[in-house]
């Protein structure tokens, strides 16, 4: 196992190394380039763009400009954030917090959540409760998240919720109420995001919970534990869904790089101070440095989620050996 950790590692070095090569010479095509924050001032004259892409080295080939951001990246150095006026790895490390917080709220909901219903489904397929997890599957799976996130402020943000004879408001925007910031005024704040980031992920875990769930329960090993006369709630969780997960592990791992652009939308619209919202700003305002530390983390992500997604596969099914 430690050998084939160690072999996936250095594989994915060229294709991070790779992306990172697209996604620099993407950057470098797009109008304006990288001086397009300052060609916005409209007192730049034509000296002056010369004289910034020359103290840039703008004015060198793009493999020369992308081996420079290389060796400076491999120092810790991802350059400077106009948008944010600080390094772009302080500017990350800033939001990164937020991030995680509302990222590892939305997981455990839409694990949680996403893997039970699953479950409840594929042991009681084709009944009332099968359809309507189904139907709330379909429905979470087809909702556009910025459309999602917008009435769920205007129907508990704007409207407030009605119920023994009080009107409860939940916060529409923001990490905290107040400069204090206390847990609980926090974990207000992230009921309507988390739910929002969690819609998605949460039906299409419990589709394919459903579908590996019912494939498992017709096959061989679970007929004869439960002719030896094995508990039904042993047979389900030691013997179904243990194998079950086997299948849905890797679209759980694949998915969570997703939440992170997910989550773009979702910060946006709630005025997260996390991520997503950094990107978007870095986005509007064409900050080059960060968009290409923000891309280049985002790989690394998606190569590093692949990787444990085999590392839990081989866990979870003791058939599976990796040398």
Known sequence: MFMFVVRRVLQAIPLVLFISMLIFAILNKAPGGPLAPYLQNPHLTHADVVRLEHNFGLDQPVPVQYLRWLGRVVQGDFGYSTSNSMPVGAAILDRLPATLELMGCAFVVSLFFGIAAGVFAAIRPYTKWDYFITTFAFFGQSMPVFWFALMLQLAFAVHGLQGFGYQIRLPSA??????????????????????????????????FTRASMLEVLKTDYIRTASAKGLSPFSILIKHGLRNALTSVVTIIALSMPSMVGGAVVTETIFAWPGMGRLFYTALGQFDFALLMGYLTLLAVLVVFFNILADVAYAILDPRVRIS
């Not at 926090?186 to 039906?203: C, D, E, K, M, R």
């Open 174 to 207: 923001g990490r905290c109420s107040t400069d204090a910031c206390t847990l609980g005024d926090q974990a207000v704040h992230l009921i309507l995001p988390t739910i929002v980031l969690s819609l998605v992920n949460l039906a299409t875990w419990s589709r």
